[in-house]
């Protein structure tokens, strides 16, 4: 069982576009990663979000967490070939809890 | 510094077979979480181990199992291979029992192929 839907799942842009992912649940998570993870490797933490609400910035890269900790976004500006990658995010319902439950995962391609 | 170091890095088995995938955390992480990732999905949560005892464990088979070493590093073992547990397995550590205010590293996974 998915708990995390991720959209789109495949996305292609040009170098220098914008673009925005998401991952929806119907569940509550005390928290929220994302994940960027490239072929042959394992995930690598982006970012961490908590609250209702938050917002945090990675360079070119904007996270959003819902207000209602069900639902988050990930936003990319000016998309670079180097973004090109296997986005996931994943939630913990425990703070107490190391267990993520992963999104299905957005693959992004930036052609130059 | 090592980051979390995962063996075999790939691995062939013959259905039935059995399989020991391994695992070292960061230095001074105590914490050790395993995933399986099958092609095109993401990550799912196998089992998490803290200070040797298991303290959390996903939705899987008891072929499956696991444990953690004195020093910190994990096996996971799979008994009775099938065709479906052809996946990425990926372990993952951490500082303290819970996410509040640790971040997870993972490793790079060990490839296994059950044919």
């Known amino acids: 069982t998915q708990l995390l839907e991720q959209s789109p799942q495949f996305l292609s842009i040009q170098e220098g576009e914008n673009l925005t992912v998401y991952c929806n649940s119907s569940?509550?998570?005390?928290?929220l990663q994302w994940y960027r993870q490239e072929p042959g490797e394992g995930p690598v933490l982006l970012v961490t979000v908590v609250t209702g609400g938050e917002v945090k910035k990675l360079k070119r890269l904007t996270f959003q967490f819902g207000d209602a900790r069900k639902d988050s976004s990930l936003h990319i500006t000016a998309a670079q070939p180097g973004d090109t990658g296997l986005y996931l995010c994943?939630?913990?319902?425990?703070?107490?809890?190391?267990?993520?439950?992963f999104g299905t995962g957005t693959r992004l391609t930036v052609i130059p | 510094d090592a980051g979390v170091t995962q063996s075999p890095t790939h691995l062939i088995k013959t259905r039935g077979q059995h399989v020991t995938l391994r695992c070292s955390p960061i230095s001074g992480h105590k914490s050790v979480s395993w995933y399986q990732q099958v092609l095109g999905q993401g990550p799912q949560f196998i089992f998490q181990y803290y200070e040797k005892e298991e303290r959390g464990r996903g939705n899987f088979p008891d072929r499956f199992s696991a444990r953690q070493f004195p020093n910190y590093s994990s096996e996971l073992n799979v008994n009775a291979l099938l065709l479906g547990d052809s996946a990425l397995y990926l372990c993952?550590?951490?500082?303290?029992?819970?996410?509040?205010?640790?971040?997870?590293?993972f490793g790079e996974g060990s490839w296994l192929t059950v044919v």
């Open positions: 569940s509550v998570f005390s928290s």
């Open positions: 993952a550590s951490s500082g303290g029992r819970s996410l509040s205010g640790n971040t997870i590293y």
């Open positions: 994943a939630g913990s319902h425990q703070t107490g809890a190391n267990n993520l439950f």
